[in-house]
């Protein structure tokens, strides 16, 4: 084997176990594998097939032994098959990384599979009639006179791609644009570059770099979009705790202190702790960044309704379905939306009603669900109720950012409305 070669040999491989840290980095700083990260995984695995299969037929180079004949014909062969799958999840990437910005069709990501699916079943049918490439007794490697048609299959996808990047470049910055353009212009000199001067590898060269930018680039965003959140999360719970701590429900809960104080010593004083309970879990709110376990929420919650229940004396009913706790759900998840169950449910129900607070353990998740039997509503009227709106919308947000839960809500006038919660397993 040549020094050419072996270097060759060596440059991919090396490119290989660069892309394979990569990937290591990716799955560990992506707990939820979303589709942006697994599309950018298949590029990367797709390049390591192609590099590793043409570094084998690179190694098997003029070695007469007969598995190394094998070794030179399958390297090659799928040095080709890997080449045009490797271009599809490039077009596959650039469709879900465009699909995060804006709407966009996977029309151009079916043309190019169509392109390169024609070049795999050609380069299939070069096994039989050697259209694109021989090996000869001596075990080297030759180009044939149709070798031009697998290359120009391979620039025709890549055209696409680009194609699509200049269709939706007003949604990437300037770096995103540039990064896009260095992927559409290193692929196009490596392939020209290989087609003058067989023995060089820059078209496994020039993947590795576009995807070793892109990965910069997709930390770089990462970065920032954590920060936003952050951001996001704490405005959020700043939203909710203030709404949490209502005038009204102040001056209700003061008032029933200073009464106590005469009637009832003992009780006001577990009525003032219970009051100071509250508070300071509302405050916690603001420096709290992580979920917290079901019973701190649940005594919270406790707190809040025993606050309510001295309010509205028997016209108030609780009951607790607890049959799991083991859990962790962000704060001021479940007290919002039992407040709204009494204030917009059961206080305007004529003689009361009762409130439901359960929880239960699924395949996948875990369930609270807040139920009672007030005068129900419209699910749509949400949307007028500006106060509950944000409220729900909080939640949601906090639920979905912290721990990959979501909320629903059922209801009907006249019968009541329930509240489901669901934290999935694989987040805790």
């Known amino acids: ?16 176990i660069m892309c394979i840290v990569i990937i290591t980095c990716v799955i560990i700083g992506d707990n939820r594998q979303s589709r942006l990260t697994k599309a950018f995984i298949w590029l ?43 271009i599809i999840c490039f077009a596959n990437y650039i469709n879900v990384y465009i699909s ?23 380069t299939v049918l070069s096994l039989i009639n050697n259209m694109f490439y021989i090996i000869d007794e001596n075990n080297v490697y030759h180009r044939q006179n149709m070798y031009w048609l697998s290359q120009a299959l391979a620039l025709a996808g890549v055209l696409i791609n680009f194609i ?43 993947s590795t770099l576009i995807i070793l930018f892109i990965y910069i680039g997709m930390q770089a965003e990462q970065s920032k979009t954590a920060k936003e ?15 949490q701590i209502q005038p009204h429900f102040l001056y209700n809960s003061l008032a029933s202190i200073s009464y106590l104080c005469d009637e009832d010593p003992a009780r006001a004083k577990k009525f003032t702790q219970e009051f100071s ?23 919270h919650v406790k707190c809040f309704l025993n606050l309510k229940k001295a309010m509205l004396g028997e016209s108030l009913v609780i009951f607790y379905d607890i049959k ?23 206080e305007k129900r004529k003689g009361g009603g009762c409130v439901t607070i359960a929880t239960s353990e699924k395949d996948k998740d875990y369930l609270v669900i807040i139920s009672d039997n007030g005068v129900g ?34 209801s009907k006038k006249g019968t009541g409305t329930v509240v489901t919660i669901k934290i999935p397993k694989q987040r805790l």
């Open 1 to 16: 084997m040549s020094t050419q070669f072996l270097i060759n040999v060596a440059i991919e491989v090396f490119c290989s």
């Open 44 to 86: 990367l695995l797709f390049n390591i097939a192609a590099m590793l299969s043409n570094a084998l037929a690179f190694y098997s180079i003029g070695k007469v032994q007969s598995y190394f004949f094998t070794f030179n014909y399958f390297g090659n062969f799928f040095t080709y098959v890997f080449n045009y799958a490797l």
């Open 100 to 122: 995060t910005k804006t709407d966009i069709k996977r029309t151009a990501v079916h043309v190019v599979c169509g392109i390169c699916a024609l070049g795999i079943a050609l």
């Open 164 to 206: 699509v990047i200049i269709k939706y470049r007003k949604f990437f910055t300037r770096a995103e644009s540039v990064a896009f353009g260095i992927y559409i212009l290193l692929p196009v000199i490596a392939i020209a570059i290989g087609i003058l001067y067989y023995g060089y590898v820059p078209v496994y060269i020039s």
């Open 229 to 243: 959140k952050e951001l996001q999360l704490t405005q959020s719970r700043i939203a909710v705790m203030l709404s």
């Open 277 to 299: 309970e509250y508070l300071r879990a509302n405050m916690r709110t603001l420096e709290t960044t992580q979920p917290i376990s079901f019973d701190q929420e649940l005594k």
């Open 324 to 346: 799991v706790t083991d859990f962790k759900l962000p704060p001021l998840t479940v007290q919002p939306i039992v407040e709204n169950a009494i204030n917009h449910g059961i």
């Open 377 to 410: 509503f419209d699910v749509r009227q949400l949307e007028s109720n500006g106060r509950t709106r944000i409220g729900i919308k909080n939640v949601r947000q906090r639920l979905n950012d912290q721990c990959g839960g979501s909320l629903e809500i059922s």
